[in-house]
């Protein structure tokens, strides 16, 4: 029968960040319970949407946690009316005690509430993972990565592989992760300081964005291991499981051009801004382009909307050169590349109206590419 103490602030803030993996909506009524596994060393809780686990250790060893454990066991409760009953808890301490048929009393300050839970055997297992051989990476530099490719990839379901980012480790050292839609592309290639074993996975865009907010930057690094359709990121308290996706991502490679017939330099946020103006009249055109025109060196974006008005705008350029040119595209696509660009200038090259054109960071040492592909208009 489990019964421990703990500060309150710090096992809501292990709760919330377990509770990124539950969905509200679950299909499996038991996926929408926590896990709470109470042994001598710490208490242990999990949670999961099927997609995802996220497992969080907080240790009797964590002078913040105040934990003190009386007695261990496990248990299942409801996960976001656990959590809403904790944070409305009065005082910093909180007594769990398990008290008989898997109800649980929870008391804090002059305050005792308590709840039914369920058999902790019900809850489905999470796969091991053999924690042999780590790759170790640092989590500024993986969550860096994430934000340069994820917002690339596919939301929609009819190809599951593009809903996901490709992560290639060549030559033990060099990595590659790219993501793409088929209308837009981003790719960025490092090289890692530490060497690891080639891999290559594709990883659900939607479980890399939970990793950016489960993952605090003051977790320095991550250990990341393999299993055949999984993935476990782990830290020092924390582990987070994702399914990889199956299936072959396509050659990204051979769709990056070498050679251009129009070239611009411009300041990121002055496009970007550009580009939003621009994106607030094509929402209301048939076809939601923004049209960008190369004319004797000048650059200039044009919107017409019968029904609301038009746009054009001389954009302000660092450089330009090679031919003029006419190019219609999403403008969504343009700011959401441009915002992933750490850099303050971008040159952005073209072939022709209908090819794709790409973006890098001025002084490109980064490796970071980035493709769109323009919307042929009449």
């Known amino acids: 029968m489990i019964n421990f103490s703990i500060n309150k602030t710090l096992f809501l803030q292990a709760l919330n960040t377990t509770k990124r993996a539950i969905s509200s909506k679950n299909a499996i009524p038991i996926l929408s319970t926590i896990k709470i596994d109470v042994t001598p060393e710490g208490v242990a809780l999990s949670g999961s949407n099927g997609q995802i686990s996220i497992e969080n250790f907080i240790s009797i060893k964590d002078e913040n ?19 809403n009953v904790v944070s409305s808890l009065p005082d910093v301490t909180l007594d769990f005690k398990e008290i008989e048929q898997k109800q649980v009393l929870l008391t804090s300050g002059k305050s005792e509430i308590t709840l039914k839970g369920k058999d902790a055997d019900q809850y489905p297992r999470i796969q091991e993972i053999v924690a042999s051989n780590p790759l170790v990476l640092e989590t500024k530099l993986l969550k860096q990565l994430i934000n340069e490719t994820a917002f690339a990839a596919s939301v929609q379901e009819s190809r599951p592989i593009l809903t996901g980012v490709h992560f290639v480790l060549s030559d033990n050292k060099d990595l590659k992760t790219v993501a793409t839609d088929s209308h837009r592309m981003s790719q960025k290639v490092i090289t890692l300081e530490k060497n690891g074993d080639n891999f290559d996975v594709v990883i659900p865009s939607r479980s890399l964005r939970e990793f950016t907010s489960v993952f605090s930057d003051d977790i320095e690094t991550v250990e990341v291991f393999f299993a055949n359709n999984q993935i476990l990121f782990r830290s020092e308290h924390i582990s987070f499981y994702t399914r990889l996706l199956e299936g072959n991502y396509p050659d990204t490679d051979r769709l ?104 890098v960071p001025e002084g490109n040492e980064q490796g970071f590419i980035q493709l769109i592909t323009p919307v042929r208009t009449n």
């Open 256 to 359: 990056i051009p070498t050679e251009f017939n129009t070239e611009a330099t411009f300041n990121v946020a002055n496009l970007r801004f550009a580009m939003e103006r621009a994106r607030l009249l094509s929402n209301a055109t048939q076809n939601g382009t923004v049209k960008l025109e190369f004319k004797n060196g000048v650059v200039s974006s044009h919107v017409h909307s019968p029904e609301v008005g038009r746009v054009n705008e001389e954009i302000d350029t660092s450089a330009v050169s090679g031919e003029d040119l006419s190019i219609s595209f999403n403008p969504t696509y343009l700011i959401e590349a441009l915002k992933a660009i750490d850099s303050e200038q971008v040159v952005i090259r073209f072939i022709s109206s209908v090819r794709p054109f790409t973006l």
């Open 65 to 83: 946690a105040g934990l003190l454990v009386t007695s261990p066991g496990s248990i299942l409760l409801e996960a976001t009316f656990f959590i």
